[in-house]
């Protein structure tokens, strides 16, 4: 049984940092594309960055290129998302999610089969 379970998530102050895990069971991620979506409240879930498992290459969505990073340990089986300068607007339900298959393309567009149940990061003074 494949479980993807986040954690760190809370309430910083705006340009604070957070750290979020997503620990893998039942699969090993660096067999997987592994990725971090969000869900702010009203609006459409969008891709936050990923590592493609053919290369390792990352990718990150515009708004977050320079302020987050993805990295993954393989011996602990978890992906990490370190985000800093937060601001109001990265309030949302972080999720990890993991898609098995071989391909060149960005990440961000591949559709992930396993997902976890999300962390809340409310960024607000």
């Known amino acids: 049984q494949v479980q993807l379970v986040e954690s760190g998530g809370a309430l910083v102050q705006p340009g604070g940092s957070l750290r979020l895990s997503c620990a893998a069971s039942?699969?090993?991620?660096?067999?997987?594309?592994i990725a971090w979506f969000r869900q702010a409240p009203g609006k459409e879930r969008e891709g936050v960055s990923c590592?493609?498992?053919?290369?390792?290459?990352?990718f990150y969505a515009d708004s977050m290129k320079g302020r987050f990073t993805i990295s993954s340990d393989n011996a602990r089986n978890t992906l990490y998302l370190q985000m800093n300068s937060l601001k109001p607007g990265d309030t949302a339900v972080y999720y990890c999610?993991?898609?098995?298959?071989?391909?060149?393309?960005?990440?961000?567009?591949?559709?992930?089969?396993?997902w976890g149940q999300g962390t809340q990061v409310t960024v607000s003074s």
């Open positions: 039942g699969i090993t991620l660096d067999s997987y594309a």
């Open positions: 590592i493609r498992s053919t290369d390792g290459y990352t």
């Open positions: 999610a993991a898609f098995f298959g071989t391909s060149y393309s960005n990440c961000l567009d591949y559709k992930y089969r396993y």
